[in-house]
């Protein structure tokens, strides 16, 4: 089974400023991967997701992520972030035969003014 | 079009009270769900179903039951309510060539 990694648990930043949430997978012959986010009190959302082709995915809010096979890697990244972007963000990860998702432990943003 | 909808929202139980989770889909999804959520250790698979009538294990299935008798419906039941299931459970639903999958608002359950 897949495992993933979620390198740190709080993030605080300040609004407008950059963020990335890093996040590291147990490697596979083919992965997919995602991210979802989790406002106060809500359930999970897609962020965005990797299937196959461009290693670079796009959210519509601004949001992006790398697919970084040789590191394992599929870090989010948004370049200038708001007070609504405070939420809790999930690193997922799936394979082609498997069902099942496992997620990461979850790593906290926390935007201030 | 509800998406995923949970019921109840939040629930308090005694230890040993039991209870069923119920959690329903609009979206013709075939494969559901249910997750437990704890501070600090993410999302953990307690269940799953791929289709209607069948069910399997997933991460943490101890002491939790399901049945899935309508596509649209997956059930999940503490026989024996224990405070270490104190959590917040989410079901969610996929498509079977979609990958993403869909969460309901949660269940908040407290065991006294």
């Known amino acids: 089974a897949q495992s993933v990694t979620q390198l740190d648990s ?45 290693t670079l995915v796009e959210s519509i809010n601004g949001f992006e992520a790398e697919f970084n096979k ?38 906290t943003v926390t935007v201030r003014a | 079009n509800a998406g995923v909808t949970q019921t109840p929202k939040f629930r308090v139980l005694k230890t040993g009270q039991s209870m069923t989770l119920l ?16 501070p600090g250790m993410g999302l953990r698979l307690i269940h799953y179903s791929v289709g209607e009538g069948t069910t399997a294990k997933g991460e943490v299935p101890d002491g939790y039951n399901v049945s899935r008798l309508k596509k649209q419906n997956f059930l999940l039941g503490l026989e024996s309510a224990a405070p270490s299931q104190t959590s917040v459970y989410f079901c969610a639903s996929r498509t079977t060539s979609g990958w993403a999958q869909y969460f309901g608002p949660g269940t908040r359950l407290t065991v006294l």
């Open chain 1, 10 to 54: 709080q993030v605080p930043v300040f609004e407008e400023a950059p963020v990335e949430l890093r996040c590291n997978y147990s490697s596979s012959v083919s992965v997919y991967l995602f991210w979802y986010v989790q406002y106060p009190n809500q359930g999970l959302q897609l962020l965005l997701k990797y299937l196959s082709g461009s």
């Open chain 1, 70 to 107: 040789s590191q394992t890697s599929f870090h989010l990244r948004k370049p200038s972030v708001h007070i609504s972007d405070t939420a809790e963000y999930f690193c997922a990860v799936s394979s082609p035969n498997d069902y099942k998702l496992s997620f990461g432990a979850g790593t």
């Open chain 2, 23 to 38: 959690c329903a889909q609009d979206m013709n999804h075939e494969y559901m769900y249910w997750y437990r959520q704890d």
